[in-house]
C-alpha cells in the first residue's frame, strides 16, 4: 500500500543534518516572525508576517504577544500564542510549553491557557498513570472546563443542572442557537466539549469503579451531543456560502474553529465505529452512530490531505490550531489502531502525514514514535528501533515517553528475535514505568527463562520466578473491570508455578500476542523463530507414548503440543503471506516455497483443533487456531471456508471443550471477537 520505504527512510534520515537548525525552542528556518493567515488579530499589538518558503514551515520564530489584562471578548486573540505553544511541545520542548502556558496565565482564567495547560497536565497524566498526576491533571482540566463553561452563550432560562448540558434539550434547532453566538462563545462551546472530554477520560482511569465510569460516560455523552451539533452548524454555513456562490467554505468561520469541529466530529465517530457490536447496540439506543468514513475524511479536512497529492492543500501557515492533533489522530488510527481493523486503514495516507510532519517536527517525539510504527508496518523492526532510539534522543524532559521506546523497542527485537536486547528494554520498564507492571514484570520474567536456558544460567531462573510470584498481584482495574492482557499474564504466571518454573515457548507466544511475529521479516521467522518451536518439537517427541512422564510429572503435555503447532502455523502463514504493507526481498532464498508453508501451516492449525480438548490451560489457543486458520484460508482465496473459522469464533460455541467441560472465558476473549468481526467485515468488503 505504500510507496518505497528505503525512499522515505531515506529522506527522512537525511534531515537529522537540520536537527541543531530546530533545536532551539519555537526556532524555525524562516526568518522573520509571522502570524496566522487567517488567525484572529490582536488589538494594538504590532506584527508581521512572511509568507514561509515551504507549506511545513512554521510561521513563529519567536513568542507572540500576549496582552497582560485578560478580557472574555478578546479571548481569541491568546490563539497565536497558544498556536506557538503547541509547536513547542510538538518540537520535543514539552516544558519550555508548560512554562509558556503557566507564564501568560498564572490565574488560570483565559480560556485557552487554562484549557491549554490542562490539557498538558492530561497528557502528563495518562503517561505516568501516578495518582498524584492523575489528580493534578483532573483539577486542572476542571478548572478549564468551568472556564469554558463561563465564556459559553448564557441559557435563556434556568432549567435544570442536567438538561443544562446538553444544547438541544433546551433549544430545539441547535444550528439558530449556534449561529446566534458570537465567536468567542463558539469557541467556548467547542473548548467545553474538548475538556470535558478530557475531564472523562481522567475521571474513568482514576477511580477504576463502574460508578464513576456511567458517570463520565454521560460526560462522553455530553461531548459527542456538542461536536455533533457544531458539526451541523458548519454544514449549514457552508451550504449557505456555497448558495451565495462563495463556497465551498463560508471563510468567515475562523480555522482554528473548524480545525476544533473537525477534530471532535472526526474522533467522535471514529471511536463509535470502533465500539464492539454489543457495546455498540446500546449506544445506538441514545442515538449515536459511528461513521468511520466521515470521521476520517473529517479529520483530513482539517489539512487538507487527499489520497491524489503527497502534499497538504492548507500549508501551516494556514492551518487551525487543532490541525497537528488532527494529523496525530489519523497516524494512530492507521499504523496503530490498525492491528485490530481493517475498514479505511491507508498506510499511505500515514506515510504521507508523517513525512510531512517530520519536515515541520525533525524532532518531534509524537512522529519519531510514528515514524517507528510505519517502519513496523513495513516489517522493518531495525529501522524502527533507529526511530524510537531517536526519539528518547530528542527530548529528556519527560522520562514516561522514554517508556513508550523502550516499549516499541522491546516488541521490534522481539521481531528480530533478539531477546536479549528486548529483556534489557523490560528491565527498564519494570524498574521504572507505572502502566502496567504485571505486564513489565513478565516480559521481563519470560525473557529472563529464555535467557537462562541458552546460557545455562541458574541466577537468572531464579529472577524469573520472583517476578512470576509478583505478577498476579501487580493487576490493576479501570472502570472496575480487569485488564485483559494482565489476566492473561497473570494466569501464564500461575502456570508457571504448577508447572515447577516452567513456560514453554513464551517469549514466541508474547510476541505472537504483540504482533511480534506478524511484523518479523521472513528469514528471522524461518531461520530463528519455526527453530525454537523445532526444540520443543524433539523434547514432546520423547514423550509421545508416556504424556503423564513429560517434564518429571508436572503436567502441560497438550498444553505445550498445542502452543507448538499454533505458533508453527502463524509463523508459517507469515512465510506464506506476508502482511500487506511488508516491505520484502520477493527473490529472497527461506528454504520453504510459499505453497508448502500455507499448506504445513493450515496442518498445524487442524492439529490444534484435533488435540485441543486436552487442553487444561490454555483454552484461548484453539479459538485464536481459528482465526488465525481463517486469515490463511482468506489469503488463498477461500472466502467460504475462511468466513466459516471466523464465525466459528463469534458464535460464543465452546471450541475446545473436553471431559473437563467449560470453565468460564477464556484470554483475551473480547480482543478476539473485535478482531475477528473486523475480519469477517473486510472479507464481506473484498479488504481482507
Known amino acids: 500500500m505504500l510507496g518505497n520505504l528505503l525512499s522515505f527512510a531515506s529522506s527522512a534520515l537525511s534531515q537529522d543534518k537540520g536537527l541543531a537548525e530546530k533545536s532551539a525552542p519555537g526556532s524555525t528556518s524562516s526568518t522573520q516572525p509571522a502570524t496566522p493567515l487567517n488567525g484572529p488579530t490582536t488589538n494594538g499589538v504590532e506584527k508581521s508576517f512572511t509568507i514561509p518558503e515551504h507549506s511545513w514551515q512554521s510561521p513563529y520564530a519567536s513568542p507572540p504577544s500576549v496582552k497582560r489584562k485578560y478580557k472574555a471578548d478578546e479571548a481569541l486573540d491568546d490563539l497565536p500564542a497558544m498556536s506557538y505553544a503547541l509547536q513547542l511541545f510538538l518540537e520535543s520542548h514539552m516544558l519550555e510549553a508548560e512554562d509558556f502556558c503557566h507564564k501568560n496565565d498564572q490565574k488560570k482564567e483565559r480560556l485557552y491557557f487554562s484549557t491549554g495547560f490542562g490539557l498538558i497536565q492530561c497528557v502528563k497524566a495518562l503517561m505516568s498513570y501516578a495518582d498524584e498526576d492523575l489528580l493534578a491533571g483532573l483539577a486542572h482540566t476542571k478548572q478549564g472546563n468551568n472556564i469554558a463553561d463561563a465564556h459559553r452563550k448564557k441559557q435563556a432560562f434556568l432549567g435544570s443542572r442536567v438538561a443544562g448540558y446538553v444544547v438541544s434539550a433546551i433549544h430545539s434547532n441547535p444550528v439558530t442557537f449556534i449561529k446566534s453566538m458570537t465567536p468567542v462563545e463558539r469557541h467556548a462551546e467547542l473548548v467545553y466539549a474538548e475538556s470535558l472530554f478530557e475531564k472523562a ?11 464513576a465510569f456511567i458517570k463520565e460516560a454521560l460526560n462522553m455523552r455530553t461531548t459527542i451531543t456538542i461536536y455533533q451539533q457544531l458539526g451541523q452548524f458548519l454544514d449549514a454555513v457552508d451550504s449557505e456560502a ?37 457495546l455498540m447496540a446500546l449506544v445506538e439506543l441514545f442515538g449515536y452512530h459511528g461513521d468511520r468514513k466521515l470521521g476520517l475524511e473529517m479529520l483530513a479536512k482539517a489539512g487538507g490531505w487527499t489520497k491524489d497529492s503527497n502534499e497538504p492543500l492548507i500549508s501551516a501557515a494556514d492551518e487551525g490550531i487543532r490541525r497537528p492533533v488532527c494529523d496525530m489522530v489519523l497516524m494512530i488510527f ?36 510514528a515514524a517507528g510504527r510505519l517502519a513496523m508496518a513495513r516489517s522493518q523492526p531495525q529501522l524502527a528501533i533507529h526511530y524510537y532510539t531517536r526519539a528518547m534522543e530528542s527530548q529528556s524532559q519527560y522520562r514516561n515517553l522514554h517508556h513508550i521506546s523502550f516499549w516499541e523497542m522491546a516488541l521490534a527485537q522481539f521481531s528480530l528475535w533478539d531477546v536479549k536486547a528486548s529483556m534489557e528494554c523490560w528491565r527498564d520498564m519494570e524498574r521504572e514505568a507505572t502502566w502496567s507492571k504485571a505486564i513489565y514484570s513478565y516480559g521481563l520474567a519470560v525473557c529472563l527463562l529464555h535467557e537462562s536456558e541458552v546460557q545455562g ?36 504466571a500461575r502456570k508457571f508455578e504448577t508447572q515447577n518454573g516452567r513456560l514453554a515457548l513464551a517469549v514466541l507466544e508474547l510476541s505472537y500476542i504483540f504482533q511480534g511475529i506478524t511484523h518479523a521479516p521472513r528469514k528471522v521467522i524461518v531461520d530463528k523463530m519455526l527453530p525454537e518451536i523445532a526444540k520443543l518439537d524433539a523434547k514432546l517427541a520423547a514423550f509421545r507414548d508416556n504424556q ?48 508448502e508453508a500455507g499448506k504445513k501451516a493450515e496442518q498445524s492449525f487442524r492439529a490444534v483443533f484435533e488435540h485441543g480438548p486436552l487442553i487444561e490451560y490454555d483454552h484461548h489457543i484453539v479459538y ?35 471431559a473437563s467441560g467449560k470453565k468460564g472465558k ?22 481482507l
Not at 517434564?551 to 509463523?571: K, M
Not at 471466523?646 to 460464543?652: A, C, D, M, P, T
Request: aromatic share 10%; proline share 3%.
Open 201 to 211: 477520560l481522567l475521571g474513568v482511569v482514576y477511580s477504576g469503579d463502574w460508578l
Open 242 to 278: 456555497q448558495d451565495r456562490g462563495e463556497g465551498p467554505i463560508d471563510k468567515s468561520v475562523d480555522a482554528h474553529f473548524r480545525s476544533g469541529v473537525y477534530l471532535g466530529v472526526g474522533m467522535s465517530n471514529l471511536i463509535l465505529s470502533l465500539m464492539p457490536g454489543k
Open 334 to 369: 492507521h499504523l496503530v489502531i490498525s492491528s485490530f481493523t481493517f475498514e479505511g486503514v491507508d498506510v499511505s495516507m500515514a506515510r504521507k502525514i508523517l513525512d510531512w510532519n517530520l519536515k515541520r517536527f525533525p524532532n518531534g517525539v509524537c512522529f519519531l514514535f
Open 457 to 492: 544460567d541458574v541466577e537468572m531462573k531464579k529472577q524469573a520466578a520472583v517476578l512470576m510470584k509478583k505478577v498476579p498481584e501487580l493487576r490493576q482495574k479501570i472502570a472496575g473491570k480487569s485488564i485483559p492482557l494482565e489476566k492473561l499474564v497473570a494466569r501464564k
Open 548 to 595: 503423564k512422564a513429560y517434564e518429571g510429572g508436572s503436567g502441560g503435555y497438550w498444553d505445550d503440543l498445542c502452543l507448538a503447532r499454533f505458533l508453527e502455523g502463524v509463523c508459517l502463514r507469515y512465510v506464506a503471506y506476508p502482511d500487506a504493507d511488508a516491505e520484502y526481498d520477493p527473490e529472497e532464498v527461506l528454504g520453504i516455497s510459499k505453497e
Open 624 to 658: 485464536h487456531a481459528h482465526y488465525e486458520l481463517g486469515r490463511l484460508l482468506a489469503c488463498q482465496g477461500k472466502t467460504d471456508d475462511a468466513r466459516r473459522e471466523f464465525e466459528l469464533v463469534i458464535s460464543g460455541k465452546h471450541l475446545e471443550v473436553g
Open 666 to 687: 477464556y484470554s483475551l476473549e473480547n480482543a478476539l471477537h473485535v478482531r475477528t468481526h473486523a475480519a469477517n467485515d473486510a472479507l464481506y468488503q473484498r479488504q
